[in-house]
T-cell receptor, first 114, second 115 residues
Framework: GNSVTQMEGPVTLSEEAFLTINCTYTATGYPSLFWYVQYPGEGLQLLLKATKADDKGSNKGFEATYRKETTSFHLEKGSVQVSDSAVYFCALNAGGTSYGKLTFGQGTILTVHP | EAGVTQFPSHSVIEKGQTVTLRCDPISGHDNLYWYRRVMGKEIKFLLHFVKESKQDESGMPNNRFLAERTGGTYSTLKVQPAELEDSGVYFC?????????????FGPGTRLTVT
């Protein structure tokens, strides 16, 4: 079946540090890949997505590139801020008969200190 | 535009009791999804409604869980009788269209604690 594996957290960084959160996936076919973020007290919201190989999703300074050869979709940001503290979820949608189903990784807690 | 809302935000019940969670999707969204996250693990899909029909209920764990979406608007998820392992956060999401490339809009979740 389909699965997503994220690097284990929590991740603690100082403001302006470089961020990488690793995400790899297993899926049949050609899934779409997503990063969702959950800020404290809120629901998940889409951060960025990529729907085909070599696509780069970007938003709010975050980037991730869909790498089919390594089945990866690592999240990066060059300079994190305290306001980036949140839980980050990598997810995929493989389409097919379960075309509404998102498969999530376990989430990575990011804490950014001033 | 109001987002996805869920009620209650937190529920504490005893094992064997019944709990009903409610989700109000974004107005006009035909697609509604339920997910849950147990004890810091991954968020798992439960089911997908298209309007009032169950498109995919492959993630429903057992027959103690019953989801409905009468009239194709809000949805309820009933757990009867609740067990300890049902504790977790239940998320609802909605979208105007469904498919591999489409974003889902999530509510804040209902935290269910079964004691």
């Amino acid at each position: 079946g389909n699965s997503v594996t994220q690097m284990e957290g929590p991740v603690t960084l100082s403001e302006e540090a470089f961020l990488t959160i690793n995400c790899t996936y297993t899926a049949t076919g050609y899934p779409s890949l997503f990063w969702y973020v959950q800020y404290p007290g809120e629901g998940l919201q889409l951060l960025l997505k990529a729907t085909k190989a070599d696509d780069k999703g970007s938003n709010k300074g975050f980037e991730a590139t869909y790498r089919k050869e390594t089945t990866s979709f690592h999240l990066e940001k060059g300079s994190v801020q305290v306001s980036d503290s949140a839980v980050y979820f990598c997810a995929l949608n493989a389409g097919g008969t379960s075309y509404g189903k998102l498969t999530f990784g376990q989430g990575t807690i990011l804490t950014v200190h001033p | 535009e109001a987002g996805v809302t869920q009620f209650p935000s937190h529920s504490v019940i005893e094992k064997g009791q019944t709990v009903t969670l409610r989700c109000d999707p974004i107005s006009g969204h035909d697609n509604l999804y339920w997910y849950r996250r147990v004890m810091g693990k991954e968020i798992k899909f439960l089911l997908h409604f298209v309007k009032e029909s169950k498109q995919d209920e492959s993630g429903m764990p057992n027959n103690r869980f019953l989801a409905e979406r009468t009239g194709g608007t809000y949805s309820t998820l009933k757990v009867q009788p609740a067990e300890l392992e049902d504790s977790g956060v239940y998320f609802c999401a909605s979208s105007p269209q469904a498919g591999a490339a489409y974003e889902q809009y999530f509510g804040p979740g209902t935290r269910l604690t079964v004691t």
